[in-house]
């Protein structure tokens, strides 16, 4: 058995009404990947952030090989071995590759700081984890795959012996998270330790050696992924079995509720056409760069439209930015809830509030303080938002407790037309199924969903019909229920080029 080079026990951490960690034990030994599983605000992140620094402990015992740590500070942990790459990447969007990589440690020359040697050093680690990216790029420029990479290589240049990764694959195609895979491959050879965080259970198979689990703060069991069934790893986490992963409705098809003619706006969304109608959950399916959230984007205005036309129950509406389609009774819950969805430094209350402020205003133009208590009150229980109260700032929540206020602020509104975005990235088993019956209940009340995702099960179990895209154009469309995912990968890679290619 390999040695252990991290334990922790009884590890405990408060913030201001929340007891994040109570009393938690954790264990990480040389050579194994362990995966950290748990339901949004679990505690994960929190633990590991005790590990690295960023956090100091209330109480309990940190070892890192043998040694115990009091408050460590970043650089203590940093010198200890332990690097963590966040769940929110955070690195210098305008500075380079290697710059990143040297922060806070630049090498100097004799006058000035040696870019050389920092590029040098930088392209020598990128290469021996065979990563096609210049030392002398932008960051900002990169990919957010190509990022986490930097994050790794950056890890791996400041010696780190323990890799913590908080969900590094929610944003990756699938081509980068195998990459990512052969790189964690590598450097468990190597010896290294590391510590897994992930909401996509499936793919935990691929690379974890242990789980330990936990749930509300609290230490739940450390064992072997092989020794485990998914049921019991689930049931871990939420406390409970759940029986059907995509509960799904049937409704009888209504009338046309949306429709959309022509659209374009720039290279990827070409001559886009669909309906959709009362009673039916339409699904957009493709890979990463197909076009559909460029395509989700101009249907909502907040992209520029070149042409196309856009009916709502039968009337045609012009949508020119997000208020005309907000009035028209189009939403869109966007995908990346850091730019476009959520306000971090503003309340919960505020973030739901503030797009539904025609709702919570009493004739006067004042807000009703009953009416956006009760929309949040309504809020935080259908979405199960765990927090001590809405009037906390939202970017103290757990990843995937700011994910649903995000879904949260659309769904108190009588819209005619929902958009979701990928709307469970990030997002726990139990609250997963939490999103699909409020998804589900739109469809009910005769509103017309649209759900992006890239997950294939959950376009499958959860529209009724889908669509795919590919470069661009809308490549087919299948029902839910007679497809495959076979089918629907065809659809997905059907490009231009290739079918030019086979003539
Ligand atoms: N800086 C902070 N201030 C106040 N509360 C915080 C802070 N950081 C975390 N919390 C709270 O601590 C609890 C645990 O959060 P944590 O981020 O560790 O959860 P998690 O298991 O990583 O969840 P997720 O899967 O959603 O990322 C949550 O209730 C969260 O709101
Ligand atoms: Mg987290």
Not at 36 to 55: F, W
Not at 68 to 82: F, I, L, N, S
Not at 330 to 350: F, H, M, N, Y
Not at 410 to 418: C, D, G, P, Q, Y
Request: hydrophobic share 40%; charged share 25%; net charge negative.
């Amino acid at each position: 058995m390999q040695d252990v080079i991290v334990s922790m026990e009884n590890v405990s951490k408060s913030f201001p009404g929340v007891k994040a960690l109570d009393n938690v034990q954790f264990e990480l030994r040389a050579g194994e990947v362990m995966a950290l599983l748990g339901e949004n605000g679990a505690g994960k992140s929190t633990l590991m952030k005790i590990l690295s620094g960023v956090y100091t402990r209330d109480g309990g015992t940190v070892r890192i090989f043998g040694q115990e740590y009091g408050d460590m500070t970043p650089k203590q942990a940093q010198a200890a071995g332990v690097a963590i790459i966040h769940q929110e990447l955070n690195m210098c969007r305008h500075l380079s590759v290697a710059e990143n990589m040297f922060l806070g440690r630049e090498i100097k020359g004799t006058f000035a700081l040696n870019n050389a040697k920092m590029e040098e050093e930088a392209g020598r680690i990128l290469s021996e984890l065979k990563i096609d990216i210049s030392p002398r790029q932008i960051v900002g420029d990169l990919p957010v795959s190509k990022q986490q990479m930097v994050e790794i290589a950056k890890a791996l240049s400041i010696n780190a012996k323990v890799l913590i990764m908080d969900e590094p694959t929610s944003a990756l195609t699938a081509k980068e998270i195998d990459d990512l895979f052969r790189i964690i491959h590598q450097l468990k050879e190597e010896g290294h330790g590391i510590v897994y965080i992930s909401h996509r259970l499936e793919e935990l198979q691929h690379i974890v050696d242990r789980v330990t689990i936990m749930r509300d703060g609290q230490y739940i069991t450390c064992r072997d992924f092989a020794d485990m069934t998914m049921d019991e790893i689930i049931a871990g986490m939420v406390g409970r079995e759940i029986k059907e992963k995509f509960p799904h409705v049937e409704c009888e098809k209504g009338k046309k509720i949306f429709e959309v003619k022509n659209l374009n706006a720039g290279k990827l969304v070409r001559d886009i056409s669909f309906s959709v109608y009362e009673g039916e959950i339409v699904g957009f399916a493709g890979l990463m760069g197909a076009g559909r959230t460029e395509t989700t984007r101009a249907i909502f205005g907040a992209d520029p439209k070149e042409s196309g036309e856009i009916f709502v129950d039968g009337k045609e509406v012009k949508i020119r930015c997000p208020m005309d389609a907000i009035k028209n009774g189009v939403v869109l819950a966007p995908e990346d809830r850091k730019k476009d969805g959520l306000c971090t430094k503003l309340s919960i209350r505020q973030n739901l509030a503030l797009p539904n402020l025609d709702l919570v205003c009493t004739g006067l133009g004042v807000v009703s303080r009953g009416k956006e208590q009760k929309l949040c009150d309504e809020a935080v229980e259908n979405l199960r938002i765990k927090t001590p109260g809405v009037d906390i700032d939202a970017g103290n929540l757990s990843g995937g407790n700011q994910q649903k206020v995000v879904v949260g602020k659309w769904l108190a509104r009588n819209s005619r037309v929902v958009i979701f975005d990928e709307p469970t990235r990030g997002i726990d088993v139990g609250a997963k199924v939490e999103i699909y019956n409020l998804i589900n209940e739109l469809k009910k009340q005769g509103i017309a969903v649209v759900i992006v995702s890239s997950e294939m099960p959950e376009v499958m179990g959860v529209a009724d019909r889908i669509i795919v895209m590919c470069d661009g154009r809308i490549t087919g469309e299948v029902m839910a229920k007679e497809t495959t995912q076979n089918e629907i990968l065809t659809l997905a890679t059907s490009f231009e080029n290739k079918k030019i290619a086979s003539h």
